[in-house]
Nanobody
Framework: QVQLVESGGGLVQAGGSLRLSCAAS????????MGWYHQAPGKTREMVAT?????TTNYADSVKGRFTISRDKNTVYLQMNSLKPEDTAVYYC???????????WGQGTQVTVSS
């Protein structure tokens, strides 16, 4: 099993920055990909950014050039710059194991961007 604990959410004005962190514990050797999804009220959960064990990154078009994902051992970070009100959502950390295609999720952290 893998446990994910997020931190770093909060309230920020448009144009501001936030940094989210997600610390993984447990069977971290089995993780192949880590990343972030977000879910706004009334909408489905969407991928924001992912990073593989070899450092390959993938971003949603809406955040390219503004957000940066990085990973240090068992912690994944999401640096969010030039935030927009439409970035407001609950942000969930996730980890994926390729074998038997299993996902773990964090509890979520609220990010609110005021206009």
């Amino acid at each position: 099993q893998v446990q994910l604990v997020e931190s770093g959410g909060g309230l920020v004005q448009a144009g501001g920055s936030l940094r989210l962190s997600c610390a993984a514990s447990g069977s971290i050797f089995s993780i192949n990909v880590m990343g972030w999804y977000h879910q706004a009220p009334g909408k489905t959960r969407e991928m924001v950014a992912t990073i593989t064990n070899v450092g390959t990154t993938n971003y949603a078009d809406s955040v390219k050039g503004r957000f940066t994902i990085s990973r240090d051992k068992n912690t994944v970070y999401l640096q969010m710059n030039s935030l927009k009100p439409e970035d407001t959502a609950v942000y969930y950390c996730y980890a994926r194991r390729y074998i038997k295609s299993y996902d773990w999720w964090g509890q979520g952290t609220q990010v609110t961007v005021s206009s």
